[in-house]
């Protein structure tokens, strides 16, 4: 594709800037060439040279060419990309070659055992390396794609392998699928090749925006949204879902005797190299030629813990023997071939029944209602209960109790329900009524207008201190080592504890009567409180549960005062003007210093022995710092450091004036990076401008 790249650079320079009229059909075909080239681009290489209004002139330059001369119109021009009619009643194609399933294997004893039959089949050494070729295994539409003479002539679903539907109209509306490939240049005529249509999440969220914005159904996941695409009957439906084909397979070629030559390519791997140099997009990342199968093991468990950074949705990895003679030789069953296998991630998705709905009061009132579910097993881990976030989210899915629902693990940790399966209703199904007043104290509900939430806002509300006071001790605040969710609820129905005040006030002796515990534990459990009473005064605004302000709202409060009481000093203004502070945490923060009774907690507290001054780990740690190297900077972490967790390290750079980001853009000032670092390490190499460190690096440039 890069053989005339000046000559077509230059061409389309002069069209963009009138320089050049396309007035024959030889001129029509120059900007046919130049069109096609920035699409592969764009879409492809994702390098794109010109901007999209560039673009956009040349592609309205030609549609207007081939309006006026029609007779000039190129096969398969770009326009015929979005410009086809509404296909009806799509007829049934046979395969050239059947599309078989792939066995699964789901652990390393499967693949293990997959290498020991391959080499039984061969007749080869046990001990002998056998090289595997492993790629992605997308979570999409399987579609198989036929070209002849250099030109795309039909696009077929996957159907039941031995035939599908057409949708070649649909398919020619992907921009990475090229119209023309020159195939012919590897001595070809006719080529079957396959692979997957399939939405970035990029995409995906972008397209579900649009439709919310329309006033559309929104779609559950990429892969329905995909597999929908290719099916839909209009080609510009297709279109307007952003969807990718990355090809995977040679299937059939054929030269012009009609004589098969897919024994002139030697392996897999070079295979699908070969085809990506024509134009044609290929798994580029996740995509890697193995020299044994412990190897393809590794690279599988190594994807499996990235697959969240993956741009795409994938399922799997899909293993590959290399070498064609040998697929050949071992050929298939009547269900798949013995010489490939898919390595299936646990599943992320899974369908189960909504039970009930329990309501949950936060520690600040909100009430969150959590979904009881039939216990369902869902990438590793059984789920029974999920949250359903408020009543505006059981609303816009129409959840109902009784309802099947299909559940998936967000980034493979948080499960929420993605929607109900409606079509499976029986009618007995009952609607959710969200309740009106508080389950713990009955006190009616209010819903502020700028919140989803309903809250109760009776400050005594039982379940309310109860949660306080667990997120009071809890890591992210006090950090009372110890003094846990179950502890604290025995201690609150044992009258012990009413106020923050209460923790300090503990008895050891009376502790240690208590079931479960002895002297050594309640002795443990009062050093904990005891430390923490000399923890920096932003972990203790933190632990007062203020709404809004969490740990780093917590950290930007206290960089400009001496005493936490300084708080009660100051005027919403005063507060408003410290820099990332909006109008709304600044009212809360004025509202909860000008409440005697919390002043008058605060004051008991430090009678206590609790720490309300600026000591090392709030404004002073970050001034004495501010010649530091990392002072002022963004950093971001990835991959896995082996000497010191990822939150240590980030506390350490944000102890000396650094500010962590969670992703890679170009506001990041540098990357730290561990083992198996994935696409973030990628994308920083690629923006340039970000300065990348080891983990060792790091370690010397903070003792430093």
């Known amino acids: 594709m890069n053989e005339n790249l000046n000559e077509i650079v230059n061409f389309s320079r002069q069209v963009l800037q009138n320089e050049v009229a396309?007035?024959?059909?030889?001129?029509?075909?120059?900007?046919?060439?130049?069109?096609?080239?920035?699409?592969?681009?764009?879409?492809?290489?994702?390098?794109?040279?010109?901007?999209?209004?560039?673009?956009?002139?040349?592609?309205?330059?030609?549609?207007?060419?081939?309006?006026?001369?029609?007779?000039?119109?190129?096969?398969n021009s770009p326009t015929d990309r979005v410009g086809l009619d509404i296909t009806e009643n799509a007829r049934q194609i046979g395969h050239l070659r059947p599309m078989l399933s792939l066995a699964n294997s789901y652990n390393e004893h499967d693949l293990l055992d997959f290498d020991m039959q391959i080499k039984k089949l061969l007749k080869i050494n046990v001990e002998d390396d056998i090289e595997y070729s492993v790629e992605p295994k997308y979570d999409g539409g399987g579609i198989s794609l036929v070209?002849?003479?250099?030109?795309?002539?039909?696009?077929?679903?996957?159907?039941?392998?031995?035939?599908?539907?057409?949708?070649?109209?649909?398919?020619?509306?992907?921009?990475?699928?090229?119209?023309?490939?020159?195939?012919?240049?590897?001595?070809?005529?006719?080529i079957e090749i396959r692979g997957e249509a399939i939405i970035s999440a990029e995409n995906f969220k972008k397209v579900n925006q649009k439709r919310l914005e329309q006033g559309e159904p929104l779609f559950a996941n990429a892969r329905n949204a995909a597999t929908g695409g290719l099916r839909t009957k209009d080609p510009k439906d297709t279109e307007s879902r952003k969807m990718d084909a990355f090809i995977y397979t040679v299937s059939f070629a054929a030269d012009h005797q009609n004589n098969d030559v897919l024994d002139t390519f030697k392996t897999q791997f070079e295979t699908i190299s070969a085809i990506g140099r024509l134009g044609i997009k290929i798994p580029s990342e996740g995509r890697k030629l193995c020299r044994n199968i412990?190897?393809?093991?590794?690279?599988?468990?190594?994807?499996?813990?990235q697959r969240g950074q993956f741009p795409y949705d994938i399922d799997g990895m899909v293993i590959k023997l290399n070498r064609i003679d040998y697929q050949r030789q071992i050929g298939a069953t009547a269900h798949h071939p013995r010489w490939a296998i898919a390595f299936k991630f646990q599943a992320k998705q899974a369908a189960t029944r909504l039970l009930e709905v329990e309501y949950q009061v936060g520690k600040i009132g909100s009430i969150t209602p959590v979904g009881k579910l039939e216990p369902v097993s869902l990438a590793g881990v059984t789920i029974s209960s999920v949250s359903l976030h408020n009543e505006e989210f059981i609303k816009s899915r129409d959840?109902?109790?009784?309802?099947?629902?299909?559940?998936?693990?967000?980034g493979d940790v948080i499960p929420y329900i993605v929607k109900p399966l409606t079509d499976v209703r029986t009618?007995?199904?009952?609607?959710?009524?969200?309740?009106?007043?508080?389950?713990?104290?009955?006190?009616?509900?209010?819903?502020?207008?700028?919140?989803?939430?309903?809250?109760?806002?009776?400050p005594n509300c039982p379940e309310q201190l109860k949660q306080r006071l667990i997120f009071f001790a809890s890591k992210d605040a006090m950090d009372i080592d110890g003094f846990g969710k179950s502890i604290i609820e025995k201690f609150v129905e044992l009258g012990w504890l009413k106020s923050f005040t209460d923790i300090y006030r503990l008895k050891e002796d009376?502790?240690?009567?208590?079931?479960?515990?002895?002297?050594?534990?309640?002795?443990?459990?009062?050093?904990?409180?005891n430390k923490s009473k000399s923890n920096p005064i932003h972990r203790l605004l933190h632990a007062l549960s203020i709404h809004h302000v969490g740990k780093k709202v917590s950290k930007l409060l206290v960089e400009n005062i001496e005493s936490l009481f300084d708080l009660s000093k100051a005027s919403k203004e005063d507060i408003e003007t410290i820099k990332d502070i909006g109008p709304i945490v600044a009212q809360n923060v004025y509202n909860y210093f000008r409440e005697p009774a919390n002043i008058e907690m605060l004051r008991e507290l430090e009678s206590l022995g609790v720490n309300m001054q600026a000591i090392s780990g709030d404004r002073k740690v970050i001034s004495d710092n501010s010649n530091h190297y990392l002072y002022g900077k963004t950093i971001l972490?990835?991959?896995?450091?082996?000497?010191?967790?990822?939150?240590?390290?980030?506390?350490?750079?944000?102890?000396?004036?650094?500010?962590?980001?969670?992703?890679?853009?170009?506001?990041?000032?540098?990357?730290?990076?561990?083992?198996?670092?994935?696409?973030?390490?990628?994308?920083?190499k690629d923006l340039g401008s970000i300065e990348i460190w080891s983990e060792d690096e790091f370690l010397q440039k903070i003792e430093n």
Not at 159 to 173: H, P, Q, W, Y
């Open 22 to 75: 396309i007035n024959d059909a030889q001129k029509l075909k120059l900007l046919v060439d130049a069109i096609r080239f920035h699409e592969w681009r764009y879409y492809i290489l994702n390098e794109p040279i010109l901007s999209d209004t560039e673009y956009d002139f040349l592609f309205k330059k030609l549609e207007e060419t081939e309006k006026i001369h029609p007779s000039w119109k190129v096969i």
């Open 147 to 190: 070209y002849e003479d250099d030109q795309l002539i039909r696009g077929v679903t996957r159907g039941d392998g031995a035939s599908g539907e057409e949708i070649t109209n649909n398919v020619k509306s992907i921009r990475s699928i090229p119209l023309y490939a020159p195939f012919s240049k590897l001595g070809i005529k006719i």
């Open 294 to 305: 412990r190897e393809v093991i590794d690279f599988c468990h190594l994807w499996q813990e």
């Open 399 to 410: 959840l109902r109790l009784g309802d099947m629902v299909v559940v998936e693990r967000a």
């Open 427 to 458: 009618g007995i199904e009952q609607e959710i009524i969200f309740p009106t007043s508080c389950p713990s104290c009955h006190t009616p509900l209010v819903r502020q207008e700028s919140e989803a939430a309903w809250r109760c806002i009776n």
């Open 510 to 529: 009376k502790i240690a009567q208590l079931e479960g515990f002895g002297k050594k534990s309640a002795e443990n459990l009062i050093a904990a409180i």
């Open 637 to 684: 972490f990835t991959g896995t450091l082996h000497r010191m967790g990822r939150k240590e390290a980030q506390e350490k750079a944000e102890a000396l004036g650094a500010k962590n980001l969670s992703a890679v853009s170009s506001n990041l000032n540098i990357l730290v990076v561990g083992e198996n670092a994935g696409s973030k390490l990628k994308k920083a």
